[in-house]
Each structure stands twice: as C-alpha cells, then as structure tokens.
C-alpha cells in the first residue's frame, strides 16, 4: 500500500498530494492518505466520485483509502 | 439596499424616532409608524398582523422560534427535529437544547422525506424546522409536503425563509417562520418572527410574562419602517426579477461546467432559488479564489474551510456529500446585469488556472 502523509496540510492539499500520488500508483492498489484536516473526511470521498476511483473508507481517525480502478 | 429601504429610512428617521409606547403625540406618530409596517408585513406573508413580531436580527429571530417554540411544546415532548442544511443560528439553538435529531438530505441539497417523517413520528417530538431554501446552495426544499407530514403528527414546523422571503413566494402549511431584512435589501438591523395563532410559543428570555414574542428593549422603528416598504417593493418586482436573474444564474451553470475543467456545480438544478448559484473547483484554495475575484471586483461568498472562521468546511457541503473546497458561492442581486455575468465567466477560468499553476496542479 502507497501511503501520503498529508498531516499538518490545510486543504486542499491533501487531495492535491493524493492527486500527484496516483500517476505512481498500479490500478487495483489502494493508496492510504493521512491527513488531519477536517475537510479531508468530506474531500476525499468527493474527489473519489469526481475521478472515478473508489473510496475504501476511514479505517481509523485521520487516515482514508483509495482504490485506484482506472 | 434596495432605494425604497432608504428612503422609508430617511423619512422615518424623521418621523419615527419616538418610543410607540408612550402617549405623547411623537410617541402616537411612532406607534401608528409601527402599526402600518406591521400591517405591510403581514399583508406581504399573507398573515395577521398580531402574528408579526420584528426582532433586531434574523439569528435572533431564528433563536427565539427555536427557543421559544420548544419552550411551548415543553409538555409534548423534548426532541426538536431538524434538517442538516439549516443555518448555523438554528444548529447553535438546537446545541442549547437536550434532544436534537437531524434529518439528512441527497447529493443535491434535497430533505430526505421518508426520514423526516421517521422523525417527525417518533414519539416526544416538540418542534420541526426546515430552512425554505438552502442559504448555501439554494436548493428549496419541499416545505408543504413536509409540512403536511407535522400537521398529520401535531408537530409545529418552523420554517426560516431568510433565503427565499421577497425572491420566490412564501409557502403554505408552517407554524413559526423567521426572515432577515438584508437579506431581501432592507436595513441590516432587522428579523422577523412570525408565529401563527393557535401556536404555543413561551419566551425563553428572563424578565419576560408575555405569551407572545416581542423584541427585548425598544425596537429600532425606522428601520423596521424601511423593512416594511422594502419588502413591499421587492415582492412586487419578485416575478420579473426571478424571470431575468434565472436565466443568467442558468448561464452560470452551463458555462462555469464547460468552461472550467474539475468543476463541481452544487445544488439541484431546477428547483433552486433563482438569484444563487454554487460551485466547488477541485485543487482551489477557496479563499485565494475569493480574493482573486474581489479583485476584479467581484464580492463572493465561500462554504470552504479555509475562508470560515471556525477552519471547518460548511456543514451544507458536508451533509450533501459534495466537494468543499474550491467553493464559491455567487448570489445576483437587482444591481447585477448580463454584463457583469458575462465578465465574471470571462475572468473565472484564468483565475482558476492560475491558483492550481501554482499549487502544481
């Protein structure tokens, strides 16, 4: 699993450091974003929709993963 | 504000500075004053005028239908019942109160209906309130069926038509409902509460007996003078101003979605309000958006985190699920022409560009 370590980043940043993230990342694997603005609870899934990936879920507090499908 | 609002103000200034409760002739002048823009008022909602109370805001107006309304509902039961899109003041009254149980809406801004009626239902539940119209993202709500679901539970429904009251008519079937003189381009200093006979309402302030709501301390009457005759004149413009600001806020729609690329546009898109439009861009900080276009002269308004004071994204965008930052929120007034449209989407895209250029983006 990829991680991005987006703590102590305001958004947007965090979905900006996912988004420059994916173009590493194989499809089919899951990218793991830690971030610690509340806006990245709301964002992530948003951006998900917006892009066509999937939205795995917040498996613990401040942490979000991704699935890459395309 | 709208020139009627001045105006009245002017002249009420004039004539309308008197306490309407004493009984010298200045204080007679002042009360007939307040009698005819109570009377005004009440003619525009299509109530009595003893139902008609002005209050120094609209939050504190939105406080007192909430406080109060639970207040008199105390021996039916505790819980007050609201939707997730309502405006912060009724969220922070639903804080001071033990038992709130929200209602959640669809991607679009919409009230789920099946769980309103779940909980309007359930046993113990005092008050209902339902906003007429997102104030974030102007998707109206459906308030008659929503209202007919508390009739059919003898619930009250409060309905805060800030957003909505002088641009698109009121609905039918609420209890209590509250608005905001700026809001429809009246002075700053005025709410208004209107509470429909037969409704109990208790005030929650102290030093206080009477079982109807009236201002703490005097009223600022000029200001309620221009209220009035604002709300009056923006009524009568209402229709043709719906028919001219919807096809631009259309235009909005359309062109902001082909011309910007990763660009969300919020709210539903036929039954909205028709002078606000909403869009969230992926990658923007939505405060330097804002300034970029205050520069080129555009006051618009923003439900992202990073332009709130409490650094939380806006609890409308959360509850729809859409995106929240990069958000801007533009609400066309009688002072906004095509022109202006057309130079705000001429500008956006470059703007845009340029905020994400420089986030790497």
Request: hydrophobic share 45%.
């Given at each position: 699993m990829i991680e991005v370590d987006s703590r102590g980043r305001r958004c947007p940043l965090p979905i900006i450091d996912l988004a420059k993230a994916m173009p590493g990342v194989e499809v089919g694997e899951v990218v793991r974003v830690l971030a610690d603005d509340p806006a990245a609870a709301n964002d992530i899934p948003a951006w998900c929709r917006m892009k066509g990936q999937e939205y795995l879920g917040s498996p613990e507090a401040d942490a979000y993963e991704v699935r890459k499908v395309r | 504000m709208h020139p009627v609002a001045r105006q009245a103000l002017l002249a009420a200034l004039e004539d309308g500075w008197a306490d309407p409760d004493r009984l010298y002739a200045a204080g007679r002048r002042a009360q007939q004053l307040r009698e005819a823009a109570t009377a005004t008022v009440a003619q525009c909602i299509g109530v009595r005028p003893d139902e008609v109370t002005f209050l120094p805001s609209g939050t504190a107006a939105a406080h007192a239908?909430?406080?109060?309304?639970?207040?008199?509902?105390?021996?039916?039961?505790?819980?007050?019942?609201?939707?997730?899109?309502?405006?912060?003041?009724?969220?922070?009254?639903?804080?001071?109160?033990?038992?709130?149980?929200?209602?959640?809406?669809?991607?679009?801004?919409?009230?789920?209906?099946?769980?309103?009626?779940?909980?309007?239902?359930?046993?113990?539940?005092?008050?209902?309130?339902?906003?007429?119209?997102?104030?974030?993202?102007?998707?109206?709500?459906?308030?008659?069926?929503?209202?007919?679901?508390?009739?059919?539970?003898?619930?009250?429904?409060?309905?805060?038509?800030?957003?909505?009251?002088?641009?698109?008519?009121?609905?039918?079937?609420?209890?209590?409902?509250?608005?905001?003189?700026?809001?429809?381009?009246?002075?700053?200093?005025?709410?208004?509460?209107v509470v429909r006979k037969g409704v109990r309402w208790l005030s929650p302030y102290p030093g206080d007996d009477l079982h109807r709501p009236h201002a703490e301390g005097s009223v600022n009457l000029p200001e309620i003078v221009a209220a009035a005759a604002s709300l009056r004149a923006v009524m009568?413009?209402?229709?043709?101003?719906a028919a001219r600001l919807g096809p631009l806020i259309e235009k909005i729609r359309e062109k902001v979605a082909e011309t910007v690329p990763d660009v969300e546009i919020v709210g539903d898109p036929d039954v909205?309000?028709?002078?606000?439009?909403?869009?969230?861009?992926?990658?923007?900080?939505?405060?330097a958006l804002l300034h970029a276009l205050d520069r080129h002269g555009f006051a618009v308004s923003s439900g992202s985190s990073c332009t709130a004071s409490t650094l939380r994204p806006s609890h409308v965008l959360e509850a729809m699920g859409v995106l929240s930052h990069g958000n801007v929120r533009v609400s066309l007034h009688r002072g906004s022409t095509e022109a202006d449209v057309d130079r705000f989407l001429a500008v956006l895209p470059g703007l845009v560009e340029a905020i994400r250029k420089e986030a790497g983006m």
């Open positions: - | 239908a909430v406080l109060g309304g639970l207040a008199g509902r105390a021996r039916a039961g505790k819980t007050f019942v609201h939707s997730a899109i309502e405006h912060s003041a009724v969220l922070h009254a639903a804080a001071r109160h033990e038992q709130a149980r929200e209602v959640g809406v669809d991607r679009l801004g919409r009230l789920d209906l099946t769980a309103w009626g779940e909980a309007v239902s359930a046993p113990g539940t005092a008050l209902a309130a339902l906003i007429s119209a997102s104030h974030e993202v102007g998707t109206v709500q459906p308030i008659e069926e929503a209202a007919a679901v508390c009739a059919d539970n003898g619930v009250p429904l409060y309905v805060d038509a800030a957003q909505s009251l002088g641009h698109s008519p009121v609905p039918a079937g609420w209890s209590l409902l509250t608005a905001s003189a700026r809001k429809w381009g009246g002075p700053a200093g005025v709410g208004l509460l009568a413009e209402a229709e043709a101003e909205r309000l028709p002078h606000l439009v909403t869009f969230s861009c992926l990658y923007v900080d939505g405060e």
